[in-house]
């Protein structure tokens, strides 16, 4: 009991230490900081009243070696029932590779600025996050950054992510104001703005060249785009509900395109061997692989 009540009166006055004191102290009394705002605590610690040695809570992978956590799962299917409350993820600790809290009712703000180092996946989707999030002090290492289907508002700041970000999911909060998509880190695969506010030109000539996926559908871009330099490796694009949006775009390769109201026409190759065929338009001959020598290639309208 000593040991709990020693918690309870650090876990109270957390919002008044420093950073300094983050060190010092153990994996046991920065989980029990963690989950202070949480309200059915037991639903992680399965005990009623307090907390018990997290090496018994719910979620939690250690290493083998030296005990350091460094994996927590406290998605809603994972727990014994549904999170509620708020969470601080500036007591996590260091050795924490991977938070998971997808799928709760966890509400308050979304503290990015100090995360564990070794971090390298955070998933706070489909949750009740409200407030603005800063992506420029993210960890070095993180790869996986999950805020989907939240509350979230404000500018985002796309132009000082970390270079080994592969994943980045925003999509279905309630961002607003334009955004920089030619910083984008070159390890960067899947980027999800969908279903926000966002408005002002994109540009889509300096994307990563490994970029595989590009979601803006359902925002409030506008003005004449340039899709020519959409990299071979993009599997899925999405500009759906942009309806001021505008520009053309020739699918030279295999690529999930949707661009339903918005003004953006779209041409597709087809292989033709009569080129009087009616209702096509010629507007340019495309050499492909699956073309056949005698064969004619054409861009159609949608």
Not at 40 to 48: A, H, L, N
Not at 105 to 112: C, P
Not at 270 to 291: E, F, K
């Amino acid at each position: 009991m000593a040991a709990r009540f020693a918690c309870l009166v650090l876990s109270s006055d957390s919002a008044t230490l420093g950073r300094l004191d983050y060190a010092s102290l153990s994996q046991q009394t920065l989980l029990e900081m963690v989950i202070d705002g949480i309200t059915f605590k037991q639903y992680i610690c399965r005990e009623d009243e307090g907390t018990s040695e997290i090496q018994n809570w719910i979620g939690l992978t250690f290493n083998n070696e030296d005990e350091t956590l460094i994996e927590v799962d406290w998605s809603e299917t994972n727990t014994d029932g549904p999170l509620e409350g708020s969470i601080s993820l500036e007591w996590l600790p260091a050795t924490v590779k991977k938070f998971d809290l997808r799928v709760n009712r966890v509400e308050g703000s979304a503290n990015l600025t100090h995360l564990p180092e070794a971090l390298k996946s955070l998933d706070l989707s489909e949750n009740h996050f409200a407030g603005e999030i800063k992506l420029d002090s993210l960890p070095e290492h993180i790869e996986e950054l999950l805020l989907h289907e939240n509350v979230l508002t404000g500018p985002l700041n796309l132009t000082s992510l970390p270079d080994s970000l592969r994943e980045l999911n925003l999509g279905g909060n309630h961002f607003s104001g334009s955004v920089d998509l030619t910083g984008l880190p070159e390890s960067m695969k899947i980027l999800v703005l969908a279903e926000n506010q966002l408005s002002g030109a994109i540009n889509l000539m300096h994307l990563p060249h490994q970029f595989s996926g590009l979601l803006l559908a359902g925002n409030k871009f506008e003005g004449e785009t340039d899709f020519s330099k959409i990299p071979q490796s993009m599997e899925d694009l999405d500009i759906t509900n942009n309806i001021a949006l505008s520009g053309t775009i020739l699918l030279s390769y295999a690529i999930d395109f949707k661009a339903e109201f918005c003004a953006v026409q779209v041409f597709e190759p087809m292989r033709v061997i009569d080129a009087n065929i009616p209702g096509t338009t010629l507007l340019s001959i495309y050499p492909r692989d699956d073309i056949r020598e005698g064969d004619h290639a054409y861009f159609v309208a949608r």
